[in-house]
């Protein structure tokens, strides 16, 4: 079963976006400043949406046509604009923001986002390659639950979930903002934010 097969399976029956990430929402002073964001891996669009509701021109883009589907869906009845690409972001290579475009048949800053947003998706080629999808100055955040969430939680899986103090180093080219790494509520997280150097 492919990455497509299994997350459309998922959202089969999914027929609202979830709740933004509050993780997301406690940055909304540094985003304010942002007039465009990607929300990477982002599913059926809790965060993205939440993100075009602030005014800041999203793209949203996950594996999951029917995640994409619930999203799109949303942001017609909400009345807020809200791009979409179907992609694996787990492909080799990790595909560039111009790429992203021609599959978009739409406008996508080749030079990327003021706002880089990846929740809960672990992948590291991808995070070493955040920078590019970021014009300069622009601001990463990144929520990735850790090895120590093993400890009461059997899920996420160890593949899925980075070493403690793994997370600033596999975004590589960023300026770290904040990193905590703690319990948040019944999980383990590390939270980066971080900033693509001017």
Not at 6 to 34: I, T
Not at 67 to 94: F, K, S, W
Not at 172 to 177: A, D, N, P, Q, R
């Amino acid at each position: 079963m492919s990455a497509a097969e299994r997350w459309n399976a998922k959202y089969a029956d999914w027929h609202e976006p979830g709740l933004p990430s509050g993780f997301v929402m406690d940055q909304a002073g540094l985003l304010a400043d942002c007039p465009t964001a990607v929300d990477l891996a982002g599913g059926a669009g809790g965060t993205a949406l939440w993100l075009a509701e602030q005014g800041i021109e999203t793209t949203l883009v996950d594996v999951s046509e029917r995640a994409l589907q619930v999203a799109e869906n949303t942001a017609a009845e909400r009345g807020v604009p809200l791009q979409t690409i179907c992609t694996d972001l787990e492909a080799d290579p990790v595909p560039t923001p111009g790429q992203l475009s021609r599959l978009a048949g739409a406008a996508v800053p080749d030079g990327g986002w003021h706002a880089a947003v990846c929740t809960n998706f672990l992948h590291r080629p991808l995070l070493g390659a955040l920078r590019e999808f970021l014009v300069p100055g622009g601001i990463a955040l990144v929520l990735i639950a850790t090895v120590e969430n093993l400890l009461v939680n059997a899920r996420p899986s160890r593949p899925f979930l980075v070493e403690l103090g793994e997370l600033p180093e596999l975004c590589w080219g960023l300026e770290t903002i904040s990193f905590d790494e703690e319990w948040f509520g019944q999980r383990h997280e590390a939270r980066l934010v971080a900033r693509y150097p001017s």
